[in-house]
């Protein structure tokens, strides 16, 4: 069984900072992309930022030059770097995870996601 948990999330005032982490665990034998999606009240899930294997990484335009992806293979644990929030950024962040697990059955994975409220 494949696990991502996520942590970081918080309340913070508009042009401060946050880290987010999400840690992958269980039964894991490769893992292919991660990434962080976000989910505003109303609005769908979109891609904030991914990270291959290969470390090509993609940013949703709106954040871009703000926030930072980056990935501890060692750990299995990728990170969001947030700064310059911005109220917009209000939202629950999700972790996604493509993983290729001992038993060779590969996926896709959610975290439970970590809420990240921003104040104007």
């Known amino acids: 069984q494949v696990r991502l948990v996520e942590s970081g999330g918080g309340l913070v005032q508009a042009g401060g900072s946050l880290r987010l982490s999400c840690a992958a665990s269980?039964?894991?034998?490769?893992?292919?992309?991660m990434g962080w999606y976000r989910q505003a009240p109303g609005k769908e899930r979109e891609l904030v930022a991914g990270?291959?294997?290969?470390?090509?990484?993609n940013y949703a335009d709106s954040v871009k030059g703000r926030f930072t992806i980056s990935r501890d293979n060692a750990k299995n644990t990728v990170y969001l770097q947030m700064n310059s929030l911005k109220p917009e950024d209000t939202a629950v962040y999700y972790c996604?995870?493509?993983?290729?697990?001992?038993?060779?059955?590969?996926?896709?994975?959610w975290g439970q996601g970590t809420q990240v409220t921003v104040s104007s």
């Open positions: 996604n995870a493509d993983i290729l697990s001992i038993s060779r059955v590969r996926r896709y994975y």
């Open positions: 269980g039964t894991i034998f490769s893992i292919n992309a």
């Open positions: 990270l291959t294997s290969g470390d090509s990484i």
